[in-house]
């Protein structure tokens, strides 16, 4: 007989880091980034850390079933991970956060946990320090003098007992299958890790991490005892529960300890005294998916050795949503936040792709500390629809209470946003669109990668709650095969009140510099100056190849992720100040701050980028020179929901915004393919500055154009309309492509002067 395992907290054994990973359903097709989930709680905006440190925290990783997980910044600067949709297979991601630790783990590994798969597979800072040119390194340790042969994992050293390889994207998807097949093989006699895939004794582990401390408990420990029932009523094998302390998570809260599987009805933990609440997890599979019983015990007490119970039967609400069009489920995600007495708290998430989901609904409001839900789902259109359309949603439960879980969408509750994405050359791409409140953000929120036929249209539907925050991205170009994604935009976030109804135009040509822009006045949601100065240190931070979208930045110099670069990459910085260089170099690396003079002087910055690819026919590259006078002003400060680069790119809010220019293009009558009839032109030029910005009146804007690359140049006539608005008027010839050079002043002495090659094209 097999004994009920015990867990025992531990100090030590905290997991610091975020792990995020999916394991699909057989089948399944995994491709590149996607299901948000936050990543490492940090103490102040990603973008503020150190330039290294920053780069290193949004560095995407393979994981070892296959899922290949992207990070950008999301509200609080904590970075939102993204993971690639199941393709029509199952996933299961379950979500941890709280006392500074955070972990994502798949539902089919979670069993597999120090009984075959070490933590460190799962740990996103350890993956991103280890992980090159595409590969998950891997060490093995096993019974006998040969390894084993261990699906998908190749081998390039060995010795007895212990071996290291890798996996690739491809291999690890092979590794996945495996290991979903061995957890159903194992889940109903609760024999994880002693055979089949784990047999010999077979132990992995990410090659290179530091192994963990030894156990030293700081409580006196009790005993207790969680009896777990399936559907029938009988004790349960396979399935686990989770046990949190609700007076404070550092006393019993780490995300792996807290798990442990029932074995005939029961699971053994060692834990404090004092209040705690349980999860039974009850994840089975038929009829050609995955179902999972959530039983939530909300509170109870430890004052000896314990037992209580957990009934997969009292999950009786099933997760059911009606949208006004009819569409199809592609995620749905339960958030349970539980906030201890100290201030403390937990956040477990279950995101879920084709999973049906039930609970166990709760009338009765807990006395220590506080209970909080949330009920979240992407639908898209099927696959029939004239126009694709997609609804993001977010259901905030009542305070204190599980409520029921079927939910009807009324569309004067929607905020609805029609998207255009141009492109100059058909592709599939991909998008996705991440939201969720403050709470859901600091713990765990899925949005999921879906494919894009580009050029193209699509409408989303989403939650209209000023609560709510929500980002979209995109990508031009996504490989199936590598997860490779190339070019695109991303979107500042805002919230969307109910029955606004707003325009967004993806990449709409011409492609240049953009900078930082706030869209919402949420503190949650910190925004960098892209032109702050703080003292007499200057820090500047603009995009390349973005659109003219206010609140769009384009992916600048990046090149694509997981295992090359699909174009060649090349710019040039330049910082001068009254004449004097100050810095310049290799754009591409990065552009350093400088240190500027006490005394009052004019500052100039020079930005050259180019992309020259197959895959870059429109806007391949661009020169931007800005001029503004600067003055040191050591009293200025920023709104809370704005921050600058102080030292070493340290967070700071006392800091003077440059009155850096900006300009916007809209081509007159531009297709989606970034093609405008020949003839006229007509070209509007919005002309501003950055946000924050001392903004002196806009006094005049010129055009020139060519045709034959930049070789001759002719100007435009440009009438103005006042306000920083101008209209450029020439004629094109049919089959050339306009290359646009524009120049425009302010009243203060500032300038933006700016070349778009082959900016767009004049259709044939």
């Not at 490492?40 to 994981?63: E, F, K, Y």
């Not at 030894?214 to 029932?229: D, I």
């Not at 439960?397 to 939910?407: D, K, R, T, V």
Request: with cysteine; proline share 7%; net charge neutral.
């Amino acid at each position: 007989m097999r004994p009920a395992s015990t867990r025992r907290f531990t100090a030590a054994a905290g997991i610091a880091a975020l792990a995020a990973s999916v394991v699909a359903g057989a089948g399944a097709g995994a491709s590149a980034a996607a299901a948000a989930a936050p990543a490492a709680v940090l103490a102040r905006p990603a973008a503020a850390a150190p330039a290294a440190a920053a780069a290193q925290s949004t560095r995407p990783v393979l994981l070892i079933n296959g899922e290949q997980v992207t990070f950008r910044p999301g509200p609080g600067g904590r970075p939102v991970a993204a993971v690639t949709a199941a393709g029509g297979g199952f996933a299961l991601l379950f979500t941890f956060a709280g006392c500074g630790q955070a972990a994502d783990v798949p539902a089919v590994a979670m069993p597999f946990l120090r009984r075959g798969l070490d933590p460190s597979l799962f740990m996103v800072q350890q993956l991103q320090a280890r992980e090159a040119n595409g590969r998950l390194p891997v060490r093995l340790t096993y019974d006998g003098q040969r390894p084993p042969s261990v699906p998908g994992v190749t081998i390039t050293s060995s010795a007895p007992g212990t071996a290291e390889g890798y996996l690739t994207a491809s291999s690890a998807r092979t590794f996945g299958a495996a290991l979903q097949r061995q957890y159903l093989a194992d889940h109903a006699r609760a024999s994880y890790g002693t055979d089949g895939l784990f047999a010999r004794g077979l132990s992995i582990s990410l090659a290179g991490a530091p192994a963990p401390g030894p156990a030293r408990p700081r409580f006196v420990l009790r005993t207790l005892t969680v009896h777990g029932t399936d559907l029938a009523g009988r004790p349960d094998s396979g399935d686990s529960v989770l046990v949190f302390n609700a007076d404070n998570c550092a006393r019993f809260g780490d995300p792996i300890e807290t798990d442990n599987v029932f074995y005939h009805g029961v699971a053994k933990f060692s834990v404090p005294t004092g209040h705690y609440w349980a999860i039974g997890q009850f994840l089975s599979y038929g009829g050609g998916g995955f179902s999972l019983h959530l039983a939530v015990l909300p509170q109870f007490s430890v004052s000896g050795n314990t037992t209580v119970g957990v009934a997969e039967r009292s999950a009786t609400s099933k997760i059911t949503i009606v949208t006004p069009r009819p569409a199809v489920s592609q995620t749905t995600t339960f958030t349970l936040v539980r906030g201890g007495k100290s201030g403390s708290a937990e956040t477990i998430s279950w995101a879920g792709v084709n999973i049906q989901f039930w609970l166990s609904p709760t009338s009765s409001k807990p006395t220590a500390g506080t209970l909080q839900t949330f009920t979240s789902a992407e639908l898209t259109s099927p696959p029939d629809a004239a126009v694709p359309y997609a609804y993001n949603l977010d259901f905030p439960g009542p305070a204190g209470l599980i409520p029921a879980q079927h939910f009807t969408v009324e569309p004067a509750s929607l905020a609805t946003v029609t998207e255009r994405y141009y492109q100059d050359q058909p592709s599939t791409g991909a998008w996705t669109t991440v939201d969720g409140t403050a709470a859901q953000f600091s713990g765990g929120v899925l949005s999921v990668i879906l494919p894009l036929k580009l050029p193209g249209q699509q409408i989303q539907y989403m939650t209209g709650n000023p609560a709510v925050l929500s980002s979209s991205e995109y990508w031009e170009y996504s490989d199936h095969k590598t997860g490779n994604m190339f070019a695109g935009q991303t979107d500042a976030y805002r919230s969307l009140p109910a029955g606004q109804a707003l325009t967004e135009d993806w990449n709409q040509y011409p492609l240049h510099p953009a900078p930082d822009v706030s869209l919402s006045d949420s503190p949650a949601l910190l925004t960098l100056s892209s032109a702050g100065r703080v003292g007499n240190l200057l820090t500047l931070v603009t995009t390349p190849f973005s659109d003219n979208q206010p609140g769009h930045v384009g992916t600048g110099f990046f090149t694509g992720y997981f295992g090359g670069s699909d174009a060649k990459v090349s710019g040039r910085y330049e910082i001068d100040q009254n004449g004097v260089s100050l810095a310049s170099g290799n754009a591409v690396n990065g552009i350093p701050q400088v240190e500027l003079s006490d005394h009052p002087s004019v500052i100039r910055f020079l930005l050259t980028a180019a992309r020259i690819g197959p895959r870059y026919l429109l806007s391949p590259s661009s020169s931007t020179v800005w001029t503004w006078r600067s003055v040191r002003d050591t009293s200025a400060t920023v709104p809370a929901w704005w921050y600058c680069a102080g030292p070493s790119f340290g967070f700071t809010q006392r800091c003077a915004v440059q009155p850096m220019m900006t300009v916007r293009y809209q081509v007159g009558g531009l297709a989606l393919d970034g093609s405008a009839p020949p003839g006229r032109q007509v070209i509007g030029i919005s002309v501003g500055h950055i946000q924050l910005a001392s903004a002196a009146p806009i006094i005049g804007a010129r055009l020139q154009v060519s045709f034959d690359g930049g070789q001759t140049w002719q100007a435009a006539s440009v009438t103005a309309a006042g306000g920083g608005q101008f209209s450029a008027a020439f004629t094109a010839p049919a089959g050339a492509f306009v290359a646009i050079r524009v120049t425009a002043t302010d009243a203060a002495g500032g300038s933006i002067s700016e070349t778009i090659l082959r900016a767009y094209k004049i259709a044939s």
